[in-house]
């Protein structure tokens, strides 16, 4: 009787590992395949990190040379006009002036989209 348990567990050790490797090279596939896209992803969010920073520090270092331009004119029409608030005034509704412009052009007419 041991030798019939012995010839089966022999026989289903040869199926289970027949399907045991198939089932494992299966498995290898799928996470291989998963590892990769999990890769790209990253190296994907990585570059897009990377070039968001590069795009705020030069916006931010843009900003504050426009903000010292925009003073250093101000303070040059001051002293031209000899008026204490004559050059921030000036430069206050240039800025104002810009930004309508650029609102009005800018907005989305919604009467052509229709």
Request: aromatic fraction near 20%.
């Given at each position: 009787m041991e030798e019939e348990k012995k010839t089966r567990t022999k026989k289903s050790d040869i199926n289970t590992g027949f399907v045991g490797l198939l089932l494992e090279s299966v498995f290898k596939g799928i996470q291989s395949s998963f590892d990769e896209a999990l890769?790209?992803?990253?190296?994907?969010?990585?570059?897009?990190?990377?070039?968001?920073?590069?795009?705020?520090?030069?916006?931010?270092?843009?900003?504050?040379?426009?903000?010292?331009?925009?003073?250093?004119?101000?303070?040059?029409?001051?002293?031209?006009?000899?008026?204490p608030g004559a050059g921030e005034t000036l430069m206050g509704m240039f800025i104002l002036l810009i930004s309508l412009v650029l609102y009005v052009f800018g907005r989305d007419d919604h009467s052509t989209h229709n």
């Open positions: 890769l790209r992803v990253h190296q994907a969010v990585h570059a897009f990190t990377r070039k968001l920073a590069r795009r705020v520090f030069l916006f931010f270092f843009a900003f504050l040379g426009l903000i010292f331009l925009l003073i250093g004119l101000a303070e040059l029409l001051s002293t031209a006009y000899r008026f």
